[in-house]
């Protein structure tokens, strides 16, 4: 169990390629989510090659099943032997185009005067239908028919089954959208956030989902109520494909690899889903690791989403012929503890687009601080022992701290080894001017 496992963006489709591919967003092209409104990207291309790609030259049984969000069918172009009938991200859009602008107005019927509402549908309400007829539902039982054919054709296999869930809206059908009492509910400590001395973005409405200025305390309540139904219905369908695993004899000799390409803002300063920002609620993210002949063990240095992929190619005895240069084993943590790795206890994140606006922030955390590069707006430095909730951005205090400015060196170093040259430029000639005005002003005192 890795205590301290972060994304290394915020956002599906980066998150999800650093994963697949092991190298980061500036390397694969892939910096953006596909196939929203506005941005530019469609698709992961086929000449960045996946873990896909490399089992199947394995010789692995290779199945895919659920959310993809890196292109239309791209698991059945990479050679994926079983995937759902209906293929996946059909999306006919080229390059260039708007795909569906989302509808900005939907949340107006939640502002009117003397209106009460008990659900708010497109943030959380009760879903028809119950667990059989749920997503989580389908995809496991999808699952269950893959492991049952891969006991049957004797080969090691590869799957991947990829839940929609927990994401935005919280429709979460019956007995689960009732299970949590909201009034147990403990609300975020930054959920009144005033966003003062931070980046101004922060508090605009890039999406839909970012209006929340018409949820109530109690609405809040009742919605987080509902974000823990829902994980508790996904909880279900991953026991049941843990239990097909084991009906099948193989789970003894499985690796198993829970994780998600991001978190949830849930509330955190008031708001929902996700956007450009570092806050821990989007960065960190679950990730659990069973593997045969490892002893379970709780790990709490830094790891990265990204970390998966090399885990897995050395896992498998994979040959990529592009290698995941920015993706490191996480067998020796898993082996021997977190001694095991002896580099700087941190981890980095990026936000270059957020679908179709760019941003470009660079970011890195510690356990003690975190540091946010944020060329569009003023930087964050946060002490996360002293304010794990984010609420104060030392950043803006004159003068540097000698921690932020370490943290701006690891930054730098970071951007230098993984040949980030854009960025790496600009954050260069900040950190110049940056230095260079403390000099300044330390000559005046």
């Given at each position: 169990?890795?205590r301290?496992?972060?994304?290394?963006?915020?956002?599906?489709?980066?998150?999800r390629?650093?994963?697949?591919?092991?190298?980061l967003?500036h390397?694969?092209g892939?910096d953006?989510?596909?196939?929203v409104?506005?941005?530019?990207l469609t698709?992961?291309?086929l000449?960045q090659p996946t873990?896909?790609?490399w089992?199947?030259r394995?010789?692995?049984f290779?199945?895919?099943?659920g959310?993809?969000h890196?292109?239309r069918?791209?698991?059945?172009?990479?050679?994926?032997d079983?995937?759902?009938?209906?293929?996946?991200?059909r999306?006919?859009?080229?390059?260039?185009?708007v795909?569906?602008k989302?509808?900005?107005t939907?949340?107006?019927?939640?502002?009117?005067p003397g209106?009460r509402?008990i659900?708010?549908p497109?943030?959380?309400a009760r879903a028809a239908g119950?667990?059989?007829?749920?997503?989580?539902?389908?995809?496991a039982?999808q699952?269950r028919?893959?492991l049952?054919?891969a006991?049957?054709?004797?080969?090691?296999?590869?799957l991947?089954?990829s839940?929609?869930?927990v994401?935005p809206?919280?429709?979460?059908?019956?007995?689960y959208?009732?299970?949590y009492?909201?009034?147990?509910?403990q609300l975020?400590a930054?959920?009144g956030?005033?966003?003062a001395?931070?980046?101004a973005?922060?508090n605009?409405?890039?999406?839909p989902?970012?209006?929340?200025?018409?949820?109530?305390?109690?609405d809040?309540?009742?919605l987080i109520?509902?974000y823990?139904?829902f994980?508790?219905?996904l909880?279900?369908a991953l026991?049941?494909?843990?239990?097909?695993?084991?009906?099948?004899?193989?789970?003894e000799?499985?690796m198993?690899?829970?994780?998600?390409?991001?978190?949830?803002m849930v509330?955190?300063?008031?708001?929902f889903d996700?956007?450009?920002y570092?806050?821990?609620?989007?960065?960190?993210?679950p990730?659990?690791?069973?593997?045969p002949?490892?002893?379970?063990?709780?790990?709490?240095r830094?790891?990265s989403?990204i970390?998966?992929n090399?885990?897995?190619?050395?896992?498998?005895?994979?040959e990529?012929?592009v290698?995941?240069?920015?993706?490191?084993s996480?067998?020796?943590?898993m082996?021997?503890?977190?001694?095991?790795w002896s580099e700087?206890?941190?981890?980095?994140?990026?936000?270059e687009?957020?679908?179709?606006r760019?941003f470009?922030?660079?970011a890195v955390?510690?356990?003690?601080?975190k540091?946010?590069f944020?060329?569009?707006?003023v930087d964050e430095?946060y002490?996360?022992?002293?304010?794990p909730?984010?609420?104060?951005?030392?950043?803006t205090?004159?003068?540097?701290?000698p921690?932020?400015?370490?943290?701006?060196?690891?930054?730098?170093?970071?951007?230098?080894?993984?040949?980030d040259a854009m960025?790496?430029?600009k954050?260069?000639?900040y950190?110049s001017?940056?230095?260079a005005?403390?000099?300044?002003?330390?000559?005046k005192?």
């Amino acid at each position: 169990m890795f205590r301290t496992a972060c994304t290394t963006t915020g956002l599906c489709s980066p998150a999800r390629a650093a994963l697949w591919t092991g190298r980061l967003g500036h390397r694969t092209g892939l910096d953006d989510n596909c196939n929203v409104w506005h941005s530019r990207l469609t698709r992961l291309e086929l000449n960045q090659p996946t873990l896909i790609e490399w089992a199947r030259r394995k010789g692995y049984f290779v199945g895919y099943f659920g959310k993809w969000h890196l292109g239309r069918d791209g698991p059945i172009l990479r050679g994926a032997d079983r995937y759902p009938p209906q293929g996946f991200d059909r999306v006919q859009s080229p390059p260039g185009k708007v795909d569906r602008k989302p509808d900005f107005t939907f949340t107006r019927k939640y502002y009117q005067p003397g209106a009460r509402f008990i659900e708010k549908p497109g943030f959380y309400a009760r879903a028809a239908g119950s667990y059989e007829n749920s997503e989580p539902a389908r995809l496991a039982a999808q699952a269950r028919e893959f492991l049952h054919e891969a006991r049957q054709v004797g080969k090691p296999f590869f799957l991947t089954v990829s839940f929609n869930a927990v994401h935005p809206p919280y429709h979460v059908p019956e007995p689960y959208c009732r299970l949590y009492d909201p009034a147990l509910v403990q609300l975020p400590a930054s959920l009144g956030d005033s966003f003062a001395g931070k980046p101004a973005y922060q508090n605009e409405i890039m999406w839909p989902f970012h209006d929340t200025g018409h949820l109530s305390e109690d609405d809040w309540r009742r919605l987080i109520a509902h974000y823990y139904g829902f994980v508790t219905l996904l909880d279900r369908a991953l026991g049941e494909i843990d239990a097909a695993l084991a009906e099948n004899g193989l789970g003894e000799n499985t690796m198993v690899v829970i994780t998600a390409d991001h978190g949830d803002m849930v509330g955190a300063h008031n708001r929902f889903d996700k956007g450009p920002y570092c806050y821990d609620e989007i960065m960190r993210i679950p990730l659990l690791i069973r593997a045969p002949g490892i002893r379970p063990r709780e790990l709490h240095r830094h790891v990265s989403l990204i970390d998966v992929n090399r885990t897995l190619v050395e896992w498998m005895g994979l040959e990529p012929d592009v290698p995941p240069e920015d993706s490191r084993s996480l067998i020796p943590l898993m082996e021997r503890g977190d001694g095991a790795w002896s580099e700087a206890d941190e981890a980095f994140y990026r936000y270059e687009w957020y679908n179709g606006r760019w941003f470009g922030i660079r970011a890195v955390r510690t356990p003690a601080h975190k540091y946010c590069f944020n060329p569009v707006g003023v930087d964050e430095f946060y002490d996360l022992r002293a304010d794990p909730a984010e609420m104060n951005n030392l950043a803006t205090i004159p003068g540097p701290s000698p921690a932020m400015r370490t943290l701006q060196q690891h930054l730098l170093s970071h951007l230098a080894e993984t040949k980030d040259a854009m960025l790496y430029a600009k954050f260069k000639e900040y950190l110049s001017v940056s230095a260079a005005g403390s000099q300044a002003t330390a000559g005046k005192r």
